[in-house]
């Protein structure tokens, strides 16, 4: 079973540009989340999603948004790009074949590295 | 509310044992341990549910007392694999869908 896939790897970004990242769940997991992740503040939750619906939200400004495809693929986006942007984004995939994610595994990409400059 | 993880660092010689902990202000239901390598994504090791049940995967277990809303991570004859960062992740249950991660703790483990 092929697992989490996030595109591009690797990309640099100007302050001010906009930025799509892209997930591709495992197969028949329908739930995606996506996390922040930098040196000093750790693993950082932004949003969740489950059949196209956002459940969940983290404390993160408007500039930050997100969407699922039919397909249980999902890109997160990012606009007016700042310097404190920069961070490792990585995105997980949950079966959540139950009603809480308590029980259930979420499964990480590789993530997408975001520099801005 | 994150929750807190101690050590900050270890550092271990091959076949040493170490115990990871993690604690939370909020009532839990659930802990998820997650093992990091430094350049790669976060790797699960196990999840924990309410009932102070304890788990194992090889020579690595975890127990979870709801009740002190802690847990801890065993790792017994560390092996050089063993290295990297270990984040323990709390949900409080419910309709809550999200992961709340401690920052982490960097665990070496020298030949």
């Known amino acids: 079973k092929a697992g989490v896939t996030q595109t591009p790897r690797y990309l640099i970004k100007t302050r001010g540009q906009q930025v799509t990242l892209s997930c591709s769940p495992i197969s028949g997991h329908r739930s995606v989340s996506w996390y922040q992740q930098t040196p000093g503040q750790g693993l950082q939750f932004l949003f969740e999603y489950f059949s196209e619906t956002q459940r969940n939200k983290g404390n993160f400004p408007g500039r930050f948004s997100g969407r699922q495809f039919s397909n249980s693929r999902s890109e997160m986006n990012v606009s007016t790009l700042e310097l404190g942007d920069s961070a490792l984004y990585l995105c997980?995939?949950?079966?959540?074949?139950?009603?809480?994610?308590?029980?259930?595994?979420?499964?990480f990409g590789e993530g997408s590295w975001l520099t801005v400059v | 509310q994150q929750p807190v993880q101690s050590p900050q660092a270890v550092i271990l010689r091959e076949g040493e044992d170490a115990v990871i902990n993690c604690s939370s202000s909020?009532?839990?239901?659930?802990v998820h341990w997650y093992r990091q390598k430094h350049g790669e994504a976060p790797v699960f090791l196990m999840i924990l549910l309410k009932g102070g049940e304890q788990k194992g995967h090889e020579k690595i277990s975890a127990s979870f007392n709801e009740k002190k809303q802690q847990s801890s991570l065993y790792l017994t004859a560390s092996q050089l694999s063993y290295s990297g960062t270990y984040f323990c992740?709390?949900?409080?249950?419910?309709?809550?869908?999200?992961?709340?991660f401690g920052k982490g703790t960097l665990l070496t483990v020298n030949p």
């Open positions: 909020k009532a839990l239901y659930s």
């Open positions: 997980a995939s949950s079966s959540q074949q139950g009603s809480r994610l308590s029980g259930n595994t979420i499964y």
């Open positions: 992740g709390t949900s409080p249950g419910g309709s809550n869908y999200k992961l709340t």
